[in-house]
């Protein structure tokens, strides 16, 4: 009971400094799902006069963003939401600041971390997609050496994975399918992606959909399998999720961050905890075609377009980000762009 009371007398201080603040910042690679959790913030916090100020972009202009802005000393991000690796290269930096919420307490250990102030938000399915007009089940492979192996030749498209201009999904999906394979098999399977198939590359992950979706290439990599984004990139024709036996069912989360740049910390605390609350993961789960929300319990009305029968690998890891540098230079030996 002492506790609950401390917590009530705490968030009323913090809303009171959250008003007189009376701005939050915050940089996104999450298009609609940023909306409406701006609005329920809004929505539950309609008697705080608080200015919602919002980025959206792709993962790395806003890593180079509030880099630039932090070692300036200028005005940045509150919080700031984007896929895993992104947060945990802030991290890396000393980007992000330290921040216990109460919320953490609902949360498993490794969908938080108290010292790098970030939790997940949201768990994002991760894999293949292609074209469910052109090719039908029987047509589809089954394993990597299928895959290898069938007659995909410059008929795939990927990102870039040695430079990066938008996002990593790309380069720390290929490093993650590691964990289910010898190294020998790994680098057989990459120098065969760029020798055997010859892929298409692109910048943009929903570019890369939509050009699956369009017929220009037929199987695509990586992709978000939550179904609001397989309907983004049906925009030009049907796509469907295509998974190979041998590789792992692969999740990375979208993952917020405390900015130790940020200038609204009360506030940034309040939009922080409620993202975590029970209300909007609730909402998540029930309106938003997919985002799988990160709160244990929730209930979803949507998942991805097909069950993953094996449950999910997180990627990527701490280490995996740290040794990025390494993983690109294996990735141009083995001839990916």
């Known amino acids: 009971m002492a506790d609950n009371r401390q917590f009530i007398a705490r968030n009323m201080v913090r809303e009171r400094e959250a008003e007189r603040e009376g701005h939050l910042v915050i940089y996104a690679s999450l298009r609609g799902v940023l909306l409406n959790l701006v609005t329920a913030f809004r929505r539950r916090y309609r008697d705080l006069h608080i200015h919602v100020h919002f980025l959206s972009s792709h993962p790395i202009p806003i890593l180079q963003r509030v880099r630039a802005e932090v070692n300036a000393g200028l005005p940045t991000a509150d919080v700031v939401i984007v896929p895993h690796y992104a947060v945990l290269q802030l991290v890396r930096e000393e980007l992000t600041r330290p921040y216990e919420s109460d919320q953490f307490r609902y949360y498993p250990r490794t969908f938080f971390n108290v010292d790098g102030g970030w939790a997940a938000l949201a768990i994002e399915p991760i894999g293949m997609i292609y074209n469910s007009g052109k090719l039908s089940a029987d047509d589809l492979p089954a394993t990597s050496d299928e895959f290898l192996n069938g007659p995909w030749k410059g008929r795939v498209a990927t990102q870039y994975v040695t430079t990066f201009s938008e996002g990593m999904m790309g380069a720390f999906y290929l490093v993650a399918l590691k964990r289910r394979m010898k190294e020998s098999k790994w680098r057989e399977f990459l120098q065969g992606i760029a020798t055997r198939l010859d892929p298409v590359y692109y910048e943009c992950l929903l570019h890369m959909s939509h050009s699956i979706a369009r017929g220009e290439q037929l199987i695509g990599f990586p992709a978000t399998l939550r179904k609001a984004s397989m309907a983004d990139a049906a925009e030009g024709g049907p796509v469907d999720t295509l998974h190979l036996m041998d590789l792992p069912d692969l999740a990375c989360?979208?993952?917020?961050?405390?900015?130790?740049?940020?200038?609204?910390?009360?506030?940034?605390?309040?939009?922080?905890?409620?993202?975590?609350?029970?209300?909007?993961?609730?909402?998540?789960?029930?309106?938003?075609?997919?985002?799988?929300?990160?709160?244990?319990?929730?209930?979803?009305?949507?998942?991805?377009?097909?069950?993953?029968?094996?449950?999910l690998e997180y990627f990527p890891t701490t280490a995996e980000v740290e040794r990025l540098e390494e993983y690109v230079s294996v990735f141009k030996e083995l001839g990916l762009k």
């Open 253 to 311: 989360m979208r993952t917020m961050c405390l900015i130790r740049g940020g200038k609204h910390p009360n506030a940034a605390e309040l939009f922080f905890d409620f993202a975590l609350s029970k209300e909007w993961q609730d909402e998540m789960g029930e309106k938003l075609e997919g985002m799988v929300p990160s709160r244990p319990g929730t209930v979803t009305k949507y998942w991805v377009t097909k069950p993953l029968e094996m449950g």
